[in-house]
């Protein structure tokens, strides 16, 4: 999603450098027609977005896809202090069981607009509804009242 919206990088300054599973590179770059597929190839030619080398097979996550999957394991594997970056809510379910801390789109844009780095949340979040990734209307509108801009 944030691809879409040139948000990678506000990823960068926030968070210096990502860590992804090789399925996650495959799912976001395996297409360059897919949204943001081109946005995230620079980003791991840059170096600052890394492909993980280690797969972890347990716990088996079968109700998840290879990606999702595969970014909890390594957040158990990396242990307290990892924080994973997940939209797709059985696996935000899942993470929340696994007691790993998470943020999605929203909350990188809610980071974003807090630390300066774009000047308001709402063309955002417009702008992601028009690439076709949706959110909750009362999740964004609660955020824009709590960044005063409801």
């Given at each position: ?16 450098t ?21 946005a ?6 840059q ?24 970014t ?31 943020t999605g789109t ?45």
């Open positions: 999603g944030l691809a879409r919206v040139d948000g990678l990088p506000w990823l960068r300054k926030l968070y210096r990502l860590s992804i599973a090789k399925a996650v590179r495959a799912e976001a770059t395996g297409a360059r027609e897919l949204p943001g597929a081109v995230i190839s620079v980003a791991l030619k170096g600052w977005i890394r492909v993980l080398r280690r797969e972890w097979s347990e716990p088996p996550l079968p109700q998840l896809d290879a990606g999702e999957a595969s909890l394991r390594a957040a158990i594997a990396f242990g307290a202090g990892t924080l994973v970056l997940l939209d797709d809510l059985q696996a935000r379910r899942e993470a929340q069981r696994l007691g790993i801390a998470m929203a909350g990188i844009v809610v980071e974003a607009r807090r630390a300066g780095l774009i000047p308001a949340a709402r063309p955002v979040f417009a702008r992601l509804a028009e690439e076709g990734f949706h959110l909750g209307d009362d999740l964004v509108q609660a955020i824009l009242a709590e960044l005063r801009e409801g």
